[in-house]
């Protein structure tokens, strides 16, 4: 099997870019180690604070992602991939220097949305997605979780905690989404599939991460 060289934009936060990782080992249906890609990754857990950037109050992290874009690119990266929704309201930095090298985690969670004959689908994200509003350029109603509850849980999973209170918790989120009509839900936020599986969820769950896992392994295709 070859593939082109994979570069990943990562450390938003840790665990989510070892997630990815992860994601893309499974995905690559190999039998042996050399049918693996070869994968560069840049796991910067220093980039910038999305939510704050947003907000105007902290510095952007557009120039620290295109600077770890042009670096991967330049170790020999040919597909680029950023596990992090929020991180992609600074994706043309990154486009600037990739251009259609990099794989959009946006794009693929909406296409993998659309494939249910979704009429509204629900998002569970940070502030700085929803502010950024990334997820509107879907072709249905969008409608978000409660970022006062999904904050706090996503702090306590990039704190380490994935234990069944945050699980639970996770899944009374997705509960409320469905409640108020939405009949595909997205995992908006690479922290969230790490307590929030398919089970625990009455309509189907659309992993962000899985999604850009699978687009960024047909990218690196060759054969």
Known sequence: MRWRTIGVIGGMGPAATADFMARLVAGANAAR????????????PHVPDRNAAIAGTG???GPVLAGMAANLLAQGAEVLAMPCNAAHGWANDVRAVAGKRFVDIIDTAIAAAM????????????????DGRLYDRASVPVIAADRVLVQPLVNSIKGGDTGPAVATAMAAIAAGLVADGADVIIAACTEVPLVLGASAVAVPLIDATAALASATLAAARLG
């Open 33 to 44: 180690d050399a049918d693996h890609p070869r994968v560069l990754i840049d796991s910067n």
């Open 115 to 130: 494939q249910h004959n979704t009429r509204r689908i629900g998002v569970i994200a940070i502030g700085a997605t929803l």
């Open 59 to 61: 510095p952007s992290p």
